[in-house]
Each structure stands twice: as structure tokens, then as C-alpha cells.
């Protein structure tokens, strides 16, 4: 039945995840099973393990955060040499908070998941509206990564060519490459998957302006005047963002103040 229902998948995959399905079905505490990762993504390697999330009851929600062992490697049914199922536990309330105000990088996490097992028949539905860009945050977004970029571009990278301080240089070119690149995915309403895949999204994206990667390869490989000049020209240029407000207050804001407003850090937004 399960390889009917997962038929995209390889044969091994689908019966790794039919014996934890099978696992979580006797299990009361296990509410739902989600599927994620690259077997939904479409990026799956015949050796890639199963990410799942696991939505349990609030009791054992609960105890499992106490322990801290929300996150979990497990072995036990897996059926391919080199595979393993990574599973990250959730509880109904986490789901319903995600699908309202999660960060990009937990957005992300749920594009194109499939609820594979459910006691709650409502779940689906709340998983559904979490892996989906925030558009109603699209302008806010634009906006923060742009004062990120344009401060980093400036006085961050002044201030290291001051001091001769190639710490604080290195950092500028990074987070400046970071913002520019975020306000790249943002413009084309492109979830921030996490910094190991930004470039990857980006170079995925269906807008982008020209050599957008090589120059910040450029950039962070030279750390030379011209190459941040380029990139971020490249980035500024590009658009016509019509951006609003104070740009050092909005920095200051989103980098300094931000925990006062229970929102993410920015660079993970």
C-alpha cells in the first residue's frame, strides 16, 4: 500500500517509511508523521536519509523538550545500507504557531511535505499553510535586507579598512553578500532555505541580477574595495526597491533591538 501511495519514490525509501509508519500507527502519543527533505524535494541521492516530522501529544512534546531530544537519529526499520531516518519532533500548538510566524528556514522545511500518517484529520491543512512564502512580510523583508546591505557595504567596511581589522572585513563582505542575496530571493517570493543552500536558491531563482554569484565569490575570495562596490551595485541597481523610512534606525531595529519583539534574528528571518 505504501509503495502505491509514494511511487516517486525509490523502492527503499518507500519501505524505510512504511515500517516507521507502521512503527508510529501503534504509538498514541505520535499524532501525525510528515515527510520532508530531499525525498519531497525532488533532490534525493539513492543514499539520502529520511527526514520526517513527527508531531507528538503535548505530554510527551513536553518531556521530550525537557530532555532536550526534540531532534532524533534513528536506525530501527531503516532498510538501505547508510540510511537513517532524521526526525525532528513537534507538537500540534508548534505546528499551528509555524504556519503563522515561522522563520524562512522552518518555512522551508515544509515545502512540498506530505502528511504520511494522521490521528488529527485538521493537521494537513495546518501543514499545508506553513512551506509557503510570507508575501504579506515581502516589503518588510526587502526592506531589512536592504539596511543589512547597505551598512555593512558602508560602515562596517570602512570602519575595517580603518582599523586594518580583517576580522570585521570579512564579516561586512559575508553579511553583505548574505542581505544582497536575501533581498534576491525575497523579490522573487523564494523561501531562505538556510545559509548551507542560499546560493543554491538564488542560483535557482527565476530573477536575479547578472553574475549576481560570481561576483560575490569575487567579493568574499578578493575582500577588495572594487569587488564590494560590484556586488553591491549589482544588487542596488537592479531594481527600483522604493524603500522607506531610516535606514540606520530600521538596522539598528532588526540587529540590535530585535529580541524585544519576539520575531527571528534577522539573518534567519
Known amino acids: 500500500m505504501i509503495s502505491q501511495l509514494f511511487s516517486d ?3 527503499h525509501h518507500a519501505e524505510s517509511l512504511a515500517a516507521f509508519v507502521a512503527r508510529s500507527a501503534a504509538d498514541e502519543t505520535v499524532r501525525a508523521v510528515i515527510l520532508g527533505g530531499s525525498l519531497v524535494k525532488g533532490t534525493a541521492r539513492p543514499d539520502s536519509d529520511v527526514d520526517l516530522i513527527v508531531c507528538v501529544t503535548d505530554e510527551r512534546y513536553d518531556a521530550l523538550a525537557a530532555a532536550a531530544a526534540l531532534v532524533a537519529i534513528e536506525r530501527d526499520g531503516i532498510t538501505y545500507d547508510g540510511g537513517y531516518y532524521d526526525i525532528k519532533y ?5 505546528l499551528e504557531l509555524s504556519a503563522e510566524r515561522a522563520s524562512e528556514p522552518t518555512r522551508n522545511a515544509y515545502v512540498n511535505a506530505r502528511v504520511v500518517h494522521a490521528r488529527d484529520p485538521e493537521l494537513a491543512a495546518i501543514v499545508a499553510r506553513i512551506g509557503v512564502y510570507p508575501v504579506h512580510e515581502q516589503a ?12 555593512n557595504r558602508g560602515y562596517f567596511w570602512r570602519e575595517a579598512g580603518k582599523r586594518g581589522d580583517r576580522y570585521l572585513r570579512a564579516r561586512a563582505a559575508a553579511d553583505a553578500v548574505m542581505y544582497g542575496l536575501r533581498m534576491v530571493l525575497a523579490h522573487n517570493r523564494v523561501l531562505f532555505p538556510c545559509h548551507k543552500w542560499l546560493t543554491k536558491a ?10 549576481i554569484l560570481k561576483l560575490a565569490d569575487r567579493l568574499l575570495m578578493n575582500l577588495g574595495n572594487d569587488d564590494m562596490t560590484a556586488f553591491s551595485d549589482a544588487v542596488l541597481s537592479w ?17 540590535e533591538q530585535w529580541w524585544q519583539f519576539g520575531g527571528p534574528f534577522v539573518s534567519e528571518m
Open 9 to 11: 519514490l525509490r523502492p
Open 90 to 94: 513537534v507538537s500540534r500548538a508548534i
Open 140 to 151: 518588510q523583508r526587502i526592506a531589512t535586507f536592504h539596511a543589512g546591505l547597505l551598512l
Open 202 to 211: 538564488v542560483g535557482d531563482c527565476a530573477e536575479a541580477p547578472n553574475d
Open 239 to 255: 531594481r527600483d526597491w522604493q524603500i522607506e523610512g531610516d535606514v540606520l534606525s530600521r538596522y539598528v531595529r532588526d540587529h
